[in-house]
């Protein structure tokens, strides 16, 4: 197969990871990938097995990205089309009504979350769903909150397919015995210090101030605590600000973005999900499972995907600061629990979870989009 791919960005965040990952999967089973996005720090990666295309996939930016997307369809007779943003299935609608020639290629979309801050306005979301589904044959959907979400701006239940593809490389994602002492050395905690950890863009989706509050509700009873956020962004600023007014200095540490994420959670001793939104998983949820860390999350129907409470991870209820703090307290005190924990999610995610695993059913997926009659609204570069 000739396979399109296209991501807004290739910036370090879940999706993206999701997208190379998938890539390198596909292209390792002899199929031909591309990618289009604006760019980012992945492409790098990207390019040692797929082909990136550039594209201004912003809005100011559609319809030259429609031009583009509209060449790379037509001279390399791509088969299938697999997006995952709203702005790209914009430009790949405009891309398949404009473009002349001989080439057939059928399109699927993949909603990867709902809400892009928890300001945001309902309408925003709605208009964004709405766009996604828009000439797709079929929609891959990663959670039962994001069906309800597109079943409400009109999507038919046949146009929908429970499917995740949200996985990483649990080969690659390894720890070695001297990644604990080490984290703590560079980051200046004790030798015994009780490592509490979330990684994730520094972006309001995040809910990066929960956590924050959560970790000056546990440093208040537990001296050992020690917190680490990974992660960067436009938000850095305020969330440091927001850090010192609760008096956590020298106990909450800001890494940044790293590369040796593995290195990090191997240091931990807890790990958190702070977002309260539906969307996907999270990639960082199943890089601490696959470690065998223990996981603490909010109760939204995405992660309840992988965490099930008592048996692979705890969940508290939404927002509810005071639960959160209790649950990682009685894992930091409880290593025993948490490494029970840890253990069921490993295997989970090894299971259900890895790239190998999962590429091969969407591959599956794909030839079956592109076996069958053609028939409803598959979109034809004519």
Known sequence: MRILLAAKTMGVGGLERIVVGLARELSARQHDV????????????????????QAPLEPVGVAQSARIIRRVILEHHIDLVHSFSATASVAINLAFLKARGDG???????????????????????LR???????????????????????????????????????????????????GPGVRREFGFPEDALVVSTIGALHPRKSHELFIDTAATVASTEPRARFLIVGDGDLRDDLEEYARGRKLQSRLAFTGNREDVARLLSATDVYVKPGVLEGFIGITVLEALSLGKPVVAFNTEDVKMA????????????????ALADRILYLLRNPAVGKQLGQAGQQLVMEEFDFSVLARRLEDFYQDVLGRASRGNYATVQ
């Open 307 to 322: 965490l099930t409470d008592g048996e692979t991870g705890l969940i508290v209820p939404a927002g509810d600061v005071a």
């Open 34 to 53: 591309w990618v289009v996005s604006s760019g980012g720090n992945l492409v790098k990666d990207l390019e040692r097995f797929a082909r990136h295309v």
């Open 104 to 126: 057939k290629a059928r399109l699927v979309s993949s909603p990867m979350g709902l809400q892009n801050s928890p300001r945001e306005l309902p309408v925003t979301t709605w």
């Open 129 to 179: 769903n709405w766009l996604l589904i828009r000439g797709a044959e079929q929609v891959l959907v990663i959670s039962p909150e994001i069906r309800r979400h597109l079943k409400a701006v009109g999507a038919r239940d046949e146009l929908l397919v429970d499917f995740n593809f949200v996985g990483l490389d649990v080969a690659d994602f390894t720890r070695q015995p001297s990644d």
